[in-house]
T-cell receptor
Framework: QKEVEQDPGPLSVPEGAIVSLNCTYSNSAFQYFMWYRQYSRKGPELLMYTYSSGNKEDGRFTAQVDKSSKYISLFIRDSQPSDSATYLCAMKTGGFKTIFGAGTRLFVKA | GAGVSQSPSNKVTEKGKDVELRCDPISGHTALYWYRQSLGQGLEFLIYFQGNSAPDKSGLPSDRFSAERTGGSVSTLTIQRTQQEDSAVYLC??????????FGQGTRLTVV
């Protein structure tokens, strides 16, 4: 079993929809949680970074961490075609090593 | 440099040849990671360096794959006797203590 599980998709939604992307994990020691966005033919870039449980909002994006369930989510409101990308979750216990999910491909149709 | 630099950006090689992929991490970042993304596949972990040592090599798919890092900086991923299934984008990332990982733009390897 992988430490971090992420549904690869693809996920296809109409423009304006609310998108929910999720990851589950097995290591209860993870404390730092991240979401990366990767456009086609580009390297992943950090989108959201949260510590421990709770919510963090940035514009149309909300990151949610539920440590009791070992479950993290990224919500995208009013999705746009420009949000079409691969979204990767990542987490770490602290220190250096980061563990990544495999990524979910999202398509937002105009 | 300001970001993680990978070279070459594209590489076409003949089956059976050896290739070397280079990663130049952000200055001061002691952690370095190599990943692979095959067409339509997810991100696949290959190897993690802490300084010059590699405490986790568990993702290297076969003994044709090796990586080294010298001076706590530049890393080279070597693939010997390349096969067509090695065709993928190879991504490098680096991080400092308690920071997020920063990725390079990747090397697109095509084995023909």
């Amino acid at each position: 079993q992988k430490e971090v599980e992420q549904d690869p998709g693809p996920l296809s939604v109409p423009e304006g929809a609310i998108v929910s992307l999720n990851c589950t994990y097995s290591n209860s020691a993870f404390q730092y949680f991240m979401w990366y966005r990767q456009y086609s033919r580009k390297g992943p870039e950090l989108l959201m970074y949260t510590y421990s449980s709770g919510n963090k909002e940035d514009g149309r994006f909300t990151a949610q961490v539920d440590k009791s369930s070992k479950y993290i989510s990224l919500f995208i409101r009013d999705s746009q075609p420009s949000d079409s990308a691969t979204y990767l979750c990542a987490m770490k216990t602290g220190g250096f090593k980061t563990i990544f999910g495999a990524g979910t491909r999202l398509f937002v149709k105009a | 440099g300001a970001g993680v630099s990978q070279s070459p950006s594209n590489k076409v090689t003949e089956k059976g040849k050896d290739v070397e992929l280079r990663c130049d991490p952000i200055s001061g970042h002691t952690a370095l990671y190599w990943y692979r993304q095959s067409l339509g596949q997810g991100l696949e972990f290959l190897i993690y360096f802490q300084g010059n040592s590699a405490p986790d090599k568990s993702g290297l798919p076969s003994d044709r794959f090796s990586a080294e890092r010298t001076g706590g900086s530049v890393s080279t991923l070597t693939i010997q006797r390349t096969q067509q299934e090695d065709s993928a984008v190879y991504l490098c990332a680096s991080s400092a203590y308690n920071t997020e990982a920063f990725f390079g733009q990747g090397t697109r390897l095509t084995v023909v």
